[in-house]
């Protein structure tokens, strides 16, 4: 978009000065309306969006919009603007064609007398051809306590313009609802319930805001357990950004990552995602490759988790955070002695307002006793350092 300079238009078949007085004090003639400011024209979503502003005289005077292809000899009115607010009014052109140029002014119109004063300049807007982004080729929902977390590939980046992506509830025959908008490839949805199964898909957005088709369905159930906790970095969300090991799943782990009785904080900067043990806590320095949190009697032959705490080999140092990796902590108990806690991280990404990782957690009530999980001691993961 840019402005022209002031000059003569022909509009039904006469000529029309675009000038006016600059919006001051300066009293107007009687049957003269105030003329429209600062007129500012831009495409976006397949259609052409005006705006302009009202001058300090403006009296409640409607406003008259008048367009032509840039081809053309004649402006035509396409629309009567009746309401505005906080000083700004607006108009939405739909009825355009792509590849092709058009220009806008728009008038005051006297209530009385029906005089018109136009804007100082037309403005001209340039209607692109609709290349929307490829749509994202996969997506997961991954179920959690009263929440369900959504992530996809990063197909629809093959687009150098990719703005954003926009994430839909899927409702069947119902059609779907827009849950909302988000510049990373994962989004969080909190407004869910246990028990209930929810079915989502991801469109991609260009900065001309042209929408992709839609990624394929995907399906999750949310359901309560110390299983799929998540937890933000402390750089976006400080107050969610903590956790501190429970001794019953009715009490909610997650608390502020400045709170001086967390166990560990999560937080992210160039490098990954890091577990920042809390005051006197300490942590096993080497991650341990894990396929569960824990393998009962019912797990599969090759279920590896940490049965047994490590006897060594822990800090206070920062450890990096990796899906599929169990981390184990020991945090001060009563008497001096430890207590021992195991996290198992199964997801590490973005969500719409920051970074997440997604883990499951147990919790050895006694002082002391380094077991970690029950069942059999095949194919556990090493004890030792």
């Known amino acids: 978009m840019r402005k022209m300079t002031r000059m003569g238009v022909t509009a039904f078949g006469f000529l029309l000065l675009l000038g006016g007085c600059d919006s001051d004090s300066t009293l107007l003639p009687a049957g003269q309306p105030a003329p429209p400011q600062a007129l500012e024209g831009r495409y976006y979503a397949y259609a052409v969006h005006l705006d302009w502003e009202l001058d300090s005289r403006w009296s409640g005077e409607s406003f008259r919009v008048y367009g032509r292809r840039a081809t053309d000899r004649n402006y035509l009115m396409v629309a009567q603007v009746t309401n505005c607010s906080d000083g700004v009014c607006a108009y939405t052109?739909?009825?355009?064609?792509?590849?092709?140029?058009?220009?806008?002014?728009?008038?005051?119109?006297?209530?009385?007398?029906?005089?018109?004063?136009?804007?100082?300049?037309?403005?001209?807007?340039?209607?692109?051809?609709?290349?929307?982004?490829?749509?994202?080729?996969?997506?997961?929902?991954?179920?959690?306590?009263?929440?369900?977390?959504?992530?996809?590939?990063?197909?629809?980046?093959?687009?150098?313009?990719?703005?954003?992506?926009?994430?839909?509830?899927?409702?069947?025959?119902?059609?779907?609802?827009?849950?909302?908008?988000?510049?990373?490839?994962?989004?969080?949805?909190?407004?869910?319930?246990?028990?209930?199964?929810?079915?989502?898909?991801?469109?991609?957005?260009?900065?001309?805001?042209?929408?992709?088709?839609?990624?394929?369905?995907?399906?999750?159930?949310?359901?309560?357990?110390?299983?799929?906790?998540?937890?933000?970095?402390?750089?976006?969300?400080?107050?969610?950004?903590?956790?501190?090991?429970?001794?019953?799943?009715?009490?909610?782990?997650?608390r502020p990552g400045g709170d001086g009785g967390r166990h560990f904080r999560m937080e992210v900067d160039e490098a990954g995602w890091w577990l920042v043990p809390g005051t006197g806590v300490e942590v096993h320095q080497v991650p341990i490759a894990t396929t569960a949190l824990r393998c009962g009697p019912a797990a599969d032959s090759g279920c590896v988790d940490v049965d047994t705490a490590p006897s060594s080999n822990y800090s206070s140092a920062d450890v990096g955070m990796f899906a599929g990796f169990s981390y184990v902590l020991r945090v001060p108990g009563e008497g001096g002695g430890w207590r021992y806690g195991v996290i198992r991280v199964t997801h590490t990404g973005w969500a719409q307002d920051g970074a997440i990782a997604i883990f499951d957690w147990a919790f050895q009530l006694q002082v002391g006793n380094p077991a970690l999980s029950p069942g059999t001691l095949s194919n556990r993961a090493p004890t030792t350092p």
Request: net charge negative; proline share 6%; glycine share 10%.
């Open 93 to 254: 052109d739909r009825n355009v064609i792509a590849g092709v140029k058009y220009e806008y002014y728009v008038s005051a119109v006297h209530t009385q007398s029906g005089n018109e004063a136009q804007s100082d300049y037309a403005v001209e807007v340039f209607v692109p051809q609709p290349t929307a982004p490829p749509a994202p080729g996969e997506i997961e929902a991954v179920g959690l306590d009263d929440a369900l977390y959504l992530r996809w590939d990063r197909r629809s980046r093959q687009a150098e313009d990719l703005h954003f992506y926009r994430v839909y509830l899927d409702e069947g025959d119902d059609g779907s609802t827009l849950l909302g908008e988000t510049d990373s490839e994962g989004f969080l949805d909190l407004l869910v319930q246990n028990g209930f199964t929810y079915g989502y898909f991801v469109t991609a957005v260009d900065t001309d805001g042209h929408e992709s088709g839609g990624s394929p369905l995907a399906e999750g159930t949310p359901r309560p357990d110390y299983h799929g906790e998540f937890i933000y970095a402390f750089e976006d969300r400080p107050d969610l950004s903590g956790f501190r090991f429970q001794e019953t799943e009715s009490t909610n782990p997650i």
